[in-house]
């Protein structure tokens, strides 16, 4: 009951707050019907490959270059933020664990997600929760020309990872030359605890590109450097707090007990160097038929240092108190995405058999992870007991391997009212994972033994067949079969030193796809789709086993792939320059794959957190999303976004833990509602502001997390944005932004950033 009424009075806000900005923005002009011709209608740049495309069956939201630059636009997935019923948890600028969630998919379950960068995947399937957030930092803002987000499983082109969504970035492709110079600043003023310091970061963007003759060439270069506010509070209960102590301050844990925070984990110092080079050729062969290539090579390196964990608790004898929860913490990143591709026209037929105008496309990457170095002191430098001890963690030998092929034609067999794609899938995900001991002191690594990994292999084959088989009807049919391996599992070494090794594993299925589509009046459509997806274990959830000092994480190389059954009805209408839609969508999945979580406290108040991947049998989720888009809102300057969604996922069956039965799913809120406002103001200056509504939620399938506003809570938000554009001319840009206007303490789970300002300026040439 808590929890309804916290999400009724926080929806009410978020309403509020929605309809007074739009009323009075739209007042000023909603009479001046002249300023249409100021608003162009969207047009998207589109190629031969969208002729391959599955996208129409799936649930889809789309945001274009021009409308993101009514937010503060800092790294690619703040594109996203404002996207219904999606969930990006960015807890910093420059954030490398910004995961996502996408309806009954959480932002912790980062394997029902796929996010693709003109067809390059960028979602990271080797690991899942913080660990498996997409490598967004290998596109820059700058790149972006639209992206579009697909709900739900139900093209047979995408495996069973696309239980919530995908989302596809599509990247500007080089016209004429032009060189781009942008930079940028931002702060936050964090006051929390007892720490108190302005927070500062900077980007800057160059890049040259050019168009020689039919060759498209694109290089960059994009920097970000960020100082993010604390990331975890430390905290010990009452039996805890040494005696005499003296500071701290007297709080709450999520799950209502009192407890005394004493101490932060310090301020997160990220550096990310992303360097860049695309090509893109089009020609005609001999035959007169065009063909794209493409290749992608992105080189990216990136550093995140916490290293002023403090204590504000003093012992009895006015000495600070410590444990190992202050240790230093340091990580070096290294990767490599490698892409190449192609569309071709075949012709008239397929191998002179199947008549139709057909196409042809293939992509192929190759992700890797030069370096990866965790690095970490046991104690902190500054406690009398340090000794100069650490630890190290490496990954080796790990990254991916994908192929995807495809051919189609809109007008198979000859016939105008019909169309087929079929193609193939092909990955290797390989994971291992090194730990040993560190001379933090000396920076000298003193072992490094393998701990746990393993790899993946899925083949796959899909087929999609669309027929308008009546005026103002059309169905499509897919279906897609999967082959997966699990191999070269191990867990540490044993005595003699060699590794503990699981035994391989070999599973396959078929997912049928269906849906059927009615245009019944003017302007309007309906769709139903339904679909089965299998979304098989990653390498982390199969093999990796740790043991840190904080955390203790136990992988299950026995979990069975998640199986859902997904349906969807859509109403779309289109008026003018916008749309307006309607989803409504039941799920069912079962043995969904899940991280339970414990935490455990030693008598020195140390906590470590053990956790174990389990299947929980069945959760089930009903909801409903409306979204409205349009420009030139009333005939007015002004552009509108707006949605809002309601999802409720319920655990209908956990053999497990039978007391869960009936509870909310952790980290999925019920409510969600975005308002995207951009006022036209002046030929060359756009106002604009955003609204963020999110109900609260748990973190633990038991739901007795019930406390707000503290470290480890799941917090109902309302987060207000707003930002200044001025074209200065055809060259320069200015800008100036803010968000959480409100200066809203928020947490979801760790803390999210105070009030941050923005300035950034921009020119081309």
Known sequence: MGLQLKTFNSLKVGFSFSFMIGALAAIPNAVQAESQSLVLDRVLVTSDVDKLTTKDVSPSSMITAEELKGINFTNVEDAIANEPNLVLRKRYIGDPNGTLGIRSANMFQTTRSMVFADGLPLHYHLQTQYSGAPRWSIVAPNEVESVEVLYGPFSAEYSGNAMGGVVNIKTKVPTERKFTVEGGLFAQQYDRLDREDTLMGNRFFASYEDKIGDLAIFTSYNHLQNEGQPQTIYSLDSDSVPTGAVGGESGKSAYGEDVLNYGDSGVVDTTTDLFKIKTHYQGTDSEGDNYELRGSIAYEVRQNDTTDATSYLLNADGSTYYNSNFKHREQE??????????????????????????????????????????????LSPSDPSYDGSGDIQEYKGTGWVTFDAKVGSQNVFGRDNMSLIAGVHLDHYQMQINKGDYDYEQGIELSNDPASGGDTKNSAIFMQYGWAFAENFETQLGLRYENWQAYNGFKGTDTSGEKESHDNRQESGFSPKFSIAWNFAQDWTTRYSLAKAIRFPIVEELYENQDNDDVQTIANADLSPEVGIHHNLSFIKNIDRGEIRVNVFYEEVQDTI???????????????????????????????????????????????????????????????ASDTEGNQFPRIPQWQNNLMLVHHTLHNLNLSTNIRYISDSYNSLDNSDEEDNVFGAIDAYTLIGAKANWQVNEQARLALGIDNITNEEVYVYHPYPSRTLYLEGGYQF
């Open 333 to 378: 990143r290294e990767s490599l995405l490698v892409g190449a591709g192609f569309t071709k026209e075949l012709g008239a037929d397929l191998f002179g058999i199947l008549k139709g105008d057909w196409s042809a496309q293939g992509d192929v990457s190759k992700f890797a992870i030069l370096k990866d170095e965790r690095i970490g002191s046991d």
């Open 594 to 656: 899940f991280k339970q979580t414990a935490t455990l406290t030693d008598v020195t108040g140390t906590q470590q957190q053990l956790n174990e991947f389990l299947n929980v049998d069945q959760v089930d989720t009903k909801g409903i999303e409306f979204s409205y888009n349009q420009q030139a809102f009333l005939l007015s300057d002004l552009d509108v976004r707006y949605n809002i969604s309601y999802t409720d996922v319920v655990i209908a069956k956990n053999a497990g």
